[in-house]
C-alpha cells in the first residue's frame, strides 16, 4: 500500500515558468490536499478538495491551480513561478471529510524557484 | 480566530531526560487535536489523535493528553532516535486543520 505519492521530490524552475506536482492516493479517500511548509511559517493550506469535481481554496492560493478529475490524483499547478514560491509542498489525504478525521501525508515535494 | 501555539520552539534533552511539549490552542468547535512527528526531508508522521478534553494516548515513549485549551505530549526517557519535529494540529467543525509551527526536540546520547 504505498499510501500518498508525491512528484517529483525536488524542482527547480526558473521564474516565470510552469510546473505541476503530481499527488495520489491509493488509500479510495474522498478528501486531498495540498500543503506548503516554510519555516517558521507552519503548514499552510493551499487548496483542498472534498472528492472529485469538487475544489476549494485554502488560505494560500494565489498561483496555484487544482482540479480532481479522479478520487485517486489531485495534481497541483504552478502557473508562472515566482520565487516566493520557494517552498516544501506536501500533499494530504484523508477518509473523508468532517471534522476529526485524520488526514495523511506524502513525503514531500521540494521547490526552488530561481 | 483558529489558532495553535507550541512551545517551545526547540528543546535538547540528555538521553533518558523526560519532558513535555506544549500545544495551546484555540478553535471554534474542536472536532479533532493531532500529534505529528517529522524527520528532516520527509513528510508528517501521524502519531495521535484526541478528541475530547481528559482523553489520552500512549505510543511507545509517547503520552498525549488533551484538556480544554492544551495538549500536552510527553516523552518519557527519549532515546536520540526521538530527536524529530512534533507537530500539532486541530480541526474545527468545518474541517480545517489548524498547524502549529512545531516543536525541533534534540536527544542527545
Known amino acids: 500500500n504505498a499510501g500518498v505519492t508525491q512528484t517529483p521530490k525536488f524542482q527547480v524552475l526558473k521564474t516565470g515558468q510552469s510546473m505541476t506536482l503530481q499527488c495520489a492516493q491509493d488509500?479510495?479517500?474522498?478528501?486531498m490536499s495540498w500543503y506548503r511548509q516554510d519555516p517558521g511559517m507552519g503548514l499552510r493550506l493551499i487548496h483542498y478538495?472534498?472528492?472529485?469535481?469538487?475544489?476549494d481554496q485554502g488560505e494560500v492560493p494565489n498561483g496555484y491551480n487544482v482540479s480532481r478529475s479522479t478520487t485517486e490524483d489531485f495534481p497541483l499547478r504552478l502557473l508562472s513561478a515566482a520565487p516566493s514560491q520557494t517552498s516544501v509542498y506536501f500533499c494530504?489525504?484523508?477518509?473523508?471529510?468532517?471534522?476529526?478525521?485524520?488526514?495523511?501525508f506524502g513525503e514531500g515535494s521540494w521547490l526552488t524557484v530561481v | 480566530e483558529d489558532q495553535v501555539t507550541q512551545s517551545p520552539e526547540a528543546l535538547r534533552l540528555q538521553e533518558g531526560e523526560s519532558s513535555s511539549l506544549n500545544c495551546s490552542y484555540t478553535?471554534?468547535?474542536?472536532?479533532?487535536l493531532f500529534w505529528y512527528r517529522q524527520d528532516p526531508g520527509k513528510g508528517p508522521e501521524f502519531l495521535f489523535t484526541l478528541y475530547s478534553a481528559g482523553e489520552e494516548k500512549e505510543k511507545e515513549r509517547l503520552k498525549a493528553t488533551l484538556t480544554k485549551k492544551e495538549s500536552f505530549l510527553h516523552i518519557t526517557a527519549p532515546k536520540p532516535e526521538d530527536s524529530a519535529t512534533y507537530l500539532c494540529a486541530v480541526t474545527n467543525t468545518g474541517n480545517q486543520f489548524y498547524f502549529g509551527t512545531g516543536t525541533s526536540l534534540t536527544v542527545i546520547p
Open positions: 478553535v471554534s468547535g474542536l472536532r479533532g
Open positions: 478538495s472534498v472528492g472529485a469535481g469538487i475544489t
Open positions: 488509500m479510495n479517500h474522498e478528501y
Open positions: 494530504a489525504s484523508s477518509y473523508r471529510t468532517g471534522g476529526g478525521n485524520t488526514i495523511y
